[in-house]
């Protein structure tokens, strides 16, 4: 099969690689019918040292149930369906909890032999645990939006769940790009009344009016704040999408005392400031990798009945071939979210 | 007036100062009847650079109001009250959150021409919606009690109700001083089913055992870390109740991924871990200065009635003359949390 592998930052490659098989009786392959590009794919992108064996690329995709193990039942040759960022086994602790991200059994595409999702096709973990089944045909209209699901929405629907957002709330979102926006549709659908977006793309920020931003503040760093504070005079919900310290510190700085902030962003820093300060101020820090195995059949009525449009993300598609082309395009903020598809 | 003043670290001095009078007209005098030294004198005590003029300390205390400005009107003089450890206006919209430790017109005792609290009198701005009458004589027995609910019993309480303890639940409360012995008593009335308590100290932790502790760890760092997982397998809610870096450590390794950390101890640090490990692990950071005032009126009957009896922690009593010995003793750690009084 036709597999993308990051050799480097700025080394991405198309090749081929040898055809998933099934490994456990637990597992699944599925064809691949869309795939994405994530924001922290960028990170390697730019950073990751050189090597010779490369890295399977890819955790976001949704595709055809091609074969499955002996010990799956839930699934059948032919279902659509579409995949967390992360495979869990559903049954554990932590997946009772509904944290499957820290699922004991769980990983990560890409790593310890599992095929990343841009690629033609998947050997799936777990698979009962991890797939959901989707009730749409293969050309649906929808499929964006059902792809958006396996990370950018659920994430999104993550900050906004964690940062507690409910009806009549004031909420900023710092970051514009697609998991920003998507935090602003969740805040909406959960009732916020006042959606602030901070961001600089025009073009982005735009579809974040169009998700439900109120206000948009296109200043940085301490301009930003005082912008921010001049028309909220504070917020006590933050959700913040970057990942910076530049973005936490925009965080810290709109936030009124007792808020929360909830980070989506995996940050760039290993410290960061929780001293006296913030002590004194009783500000929650609070959200991370996301759940998204137990978002998605909470928000698939939503996109099934086509009033939450997350795919509307993707400015951009791309065949598998063209992937190299699509990491670069988003690095160089050409493209929003490219969609990738075979 | 007799007050305490320190002048450096080890440097507490007892003196004659100007008798407090009514400045503004919401101010009202109190006559303290029993005042405490706080593990958060100690951090000053070890390092407060030396200093001619000294700062006024103490910022717990109950007396009677001996006088009131022209626009108070919910005391009379010789009301008995308990002050909470910062004064606040209770109107403010901080005040209305509940938030009355970021009031916008508060303040903390011992500063900004402020009285301190280890006194024979202070003046209390905002005395209307700082003070909090209490229906006992001013001998009762439940004076000890009824001063603890101006700092370390509403921070203990803090932490449990930001931790979110709840009924059934599995709490580690780190740190067996009286805030963490506090932090117990609030989990227990709150619920909390298994309570480990984190501590070397024999004396107090087996205070600990009497405010609901069901297991003791003395074990420090990894040490201490296995045992709390040896325990428990992990906790969901942790109260910090320290404020070393160390205290944090142990919080971070006993908890469970999607777990909550409550931090009620100053911190020492300026920066601490909340990188991509605990963005990973969904780990949610809370807790801060507590809101004493918030606390007070709904932990009162529980005082009152006998079933809370955080007075337990004063295990010395001192004379205000007396007040340098008593924090010599806290410091040597042979007294717990003094209680001074005239």
Redesign the interface.
Known sequence: MRAAMMYGAGDVRVEDRPDPKIIQPTDAIVRTLASCVCGSDMWPFQSMPATDTGRPMGHEFLGIVEESGADVTGLKTGDLVVAPFTYSDNTCD?CA?G?H??CRNGGRYGFDGVDGGQGEAVRVPHADGTLITLPVAADSQLLPSLLALSDVMTTGHHGAV?AGVSRGDTVLVVGDGAVGLCAVLAAKRLGAERILLAGRHTARTDLGRVFGATDVVSERGDEGIARIQDLTGGVAKVIEAVGTRQALDTALGAL???GTIS?LG??Q????????A????????????S?ARAYIEQLLPDVLDGTLTPGRVFDQEFTFDQTPDAYRAMADRQVLKALITP
Do not use: H
């Open positions: 932590y909890k944290l991200i820290s964690t009124l005392d007792g980070r995996v940050p820093y290993e410290q960061g400031p929780i001293g006296p913030e002590f004194m101020r009783n500000i929650t820090l609070t959200g991370g990798a759940p």
